[in-house]
């Protein structure tokens, strides 16, 4: 629900949108709102929760596979496959922006870190986290050119985001119709290799947070294991040095005007190390409001069971609201406008997740996932 959140700016406009809201569909104070309330609470740290969800359900099927006796990578492997083709169908059918494939690829290399304990796990993420961070706010810094060298009038001079009418006429064809994406997809030489490309543009992010994750379903941290007043001190620690963090970049980058030096440091580089924690703090929060089951609890966890039918239903909302051939809404709303379409959304995975739930054993997609890697129809229906 929070990854669409911000998709749906990357589905509605152009991809440098998504990265830099001036370049597209920005301007009104409600875009600006918008994009202030999802930097803020939003941008990065759902992902996060995501990827970390992600690393440990790996651990959780494993150890199910490994106490049946089929073997854990007889089982991990065909559904790292499996889910490789989603995310390639996902990417080169409807949209760009598929975390699929790149969980995949990452996926199969992360099954050598399950057996180990969760302190190790924590120390190795820590250890990838700052391999990751460290070099890459590197690379983006020595990019720019040096603000306090660069005269006022000149700030604009250096845009990496700039939209020409000429980009915007292509994407705009683009999304004419799915034929018309996988061309445009596959034409392109650097975008057809983008979910290999992903490996080393933000791959070792990825195994991070599932390492992350690992440690904290071993650790009891996922499970609600740990004490509530734990889970109170993590929530209210982390939480307000997000919002503090989040808050101050987003005042400085509203009151320099998106300048991008000003707004590609603080963007890309100067909060990212504080995702992780960001995420840690929401879930404590989440295991300290949800620690008995109740009916708003399970509404949101039918939404987690079936979070791969919704992640990619969502795609299928976008495609069917935004392409040519269907709603044809492409292009046409500002960012504000276009994030009114997320709580209807919300509201749908609310909906229609307990009640496919309360008479299937898995979403949609779940079960096509879960065929495919056993190679054998799955029982669907619940019995009695």
């Given at each position: 629900?929070?990854i669409?959140?911000?998709?749906?700016i990357?589905?509605?406009?152009?991809?440098?949108a998504y990265?830099?809201?001036?370049?597209y569909?920005f301007?009104?104070l409600?875009?600006r709102?918008?994009?202030?309330?999802?930097?803020?609470l939003?941008?990065g740290?759902f992902?996060?929760?995501?990827?970390?969800l992600?690393?440990?359900?790996?651990?959780?099927v494993?150890?199910r596979?490994e106490?049946?006796g089929?073997?854990g990578?007889n089982?991990?492997?065909?559904?790292?496959?499996v889910?490789?083709l989603?995310?390639?169908?996902h990417?080169?059918l409807?949209?760009?922006?598929d975390?699929?494939a790149n969980?995949?690829?990452?996926?199969?290399?992360a099954?050598?870190f399950?057996r180990?304990?969760a302190i190790?796990?924590?120390?190795?993420?820590v250890l990838?986290?700052?391999?990751?961070?460290?070099?890459?706010?590197y690379?983006?810094?020595?990019a720019?050119?040096?603000a306090?060298v660069?005269?006022p009038?000149?700030t604009g001079?250096?845009d990496?985001?700039?939209?020409?009418?000429?980009e915007?006429?292509r994407d705009?064809?683009?999304?004419a119709s799915?034929?018309?994406?996988v061309r445009?997809?596959?034409?392109?030489?650097?975008?057809a290799?983008?979910?290999i490309?992903s490996?080393?543009?933000y791959?070792f992010?990825?195994?991070?947070?599932?390492l992350?994750?690992?440690a904290g379903?071993k650790?009891?941290?996922?499970?609600?294991?740990w004490?509530r007043?734990?889970?109170a001190?993590?929530?209210l620690?982390?939480?307000s040095?997000?919002?503090?963090?989040f808050?101050?970049a987003?005042?400085t980058?509203?009151?320099?005007?998106?300048d991008?030096l000003?707004?590609a440091?603080?963007d890309q580089?100067?909060?990212?190390?504080?995702?992780?924690l960001s995420a840690?703090?929401y879930?404590?929060l989440?295991?300290?409001?949800?620690?008995r089951r109740?009916?708003?609890a399970d509404?949101f966890?039918?939404?987690?069971?079936a979070?791969?039918?919704?992640?990619?239903?969502a795609?299928?909302?976008?495609?069917?609201?935004?392409?040519?051939t269907?709603?044809?809404l492409?292009?046409?709303?500002s960012?504000?406008?276009?994030?009114?379409i997320?709580?209807?959304v919300?509201?749908l995975m609310?909906?229609w997740?307990?009640?496919?739930?309360?008479?299937?054993r898995?979403?949609?997609f779940?079960w096509?996932?879960?065929?495919l890697?056993?190679?054998?129809?799955?029982?669907m229906r619940?019995?009695?």
């Amino acid at each position: 629900m929070g990854i669409f959140s911000v998709n749906v700016i990357g589905m509605v406009m152009i991809e440098k949108a998504y990265f830099y809201p001036p370049a597209y569909g920005f301007g009104g104070l409600g875009d600006r709102i918008m994009w202030a309330a999802n930097f803020i609470l939003v941008d990065g740290k759902f992902r996060a929760m995501f990827s970390v969800l992600f690393g440990a359900s790996m651990v959780l099927v494993i150890e199910r596979a490994e106490a049946s006796g089929r073997g854990g990578w007889n089982v991990h492997w065909p559904r790292m496959v499996v889910l490789l083709l989603f995310g390639l169908a996902h990417f080169y059918l409807l949209w760009w922006g598929d975390i699929l494939a790149n969980y995949a690829l990452i996926g199969l290399f992360a099954f050598v870190f399950w057996r180990f304990d969760a302190i190790v796990l924590l120390f190795i993420a820590v250890l990838v986290f700052a391999g990751y961070y460290g070099p890459t706010a590197y690379e983006r810094l020595a990019a720019m050119p040096k603000a306090e060298v660069t005269a006022p009038a000149q700030t604009g001079a250096w845009d990496p985001y700039h939209v020409t009418p000429e980009e915007i006429a292509r994407d705009a064809a683009a999304h004419a119709s799915i034929p018309a994406h996988v061309r445009a997809t596959l034409g392109d030489p650097n975008t057809a290799l983008r979910p290999i490309g992903s490996l080393f543009s933000y791959g070792f992010e990825t195994l991070a947070f599932m390492l992350l994750g690992m440690a904290g379903y071993k650790s009891g941290f996922l499970t609600g294991a740990w004490s509530r007043r734990a889970y109170a001190g993590i929530a209210l620690v982390l939480i307000s040095a997000s919002l503090g963090l989040f808050g101050f970049a987003a005042g400085t980058i509203l009151r320099a005007d998106f300048d991008p030096l000003v707004y590609a440091p603080w963007d890309q580089i100067y909060v990212a190390p504080m995702h992780p924690l960001s995420a840690i703090g929401y879930m404590a929060l989440i295991m300290l409001i949800f620690h008995r089951r109740g009916a708003l609890a399970d509404r949101f966890a039918a939404v987690g069971r079936a979070a791969f039918s919704n992640y990619l239903g969502a795609t299928l909302v976008g495609t069917l609201l935004f392409f040519g051939t269907f709603g044809g809404l492409y292009g046409t709303l500002s960012r504000g406008q276009a994030w009114l379409i997320v709580p209807p959304v919300w509201a749908l995975m609310l909906l229609w997740s307990k009640w496919w739930l309360d008479r299937f054993r898995y979403g949609p997609f779940e079960w096509a996932w879960r065929s495919l890697a056993r190679w054998e129809w799955q029982p669907m229906r619940k019995t009695g």
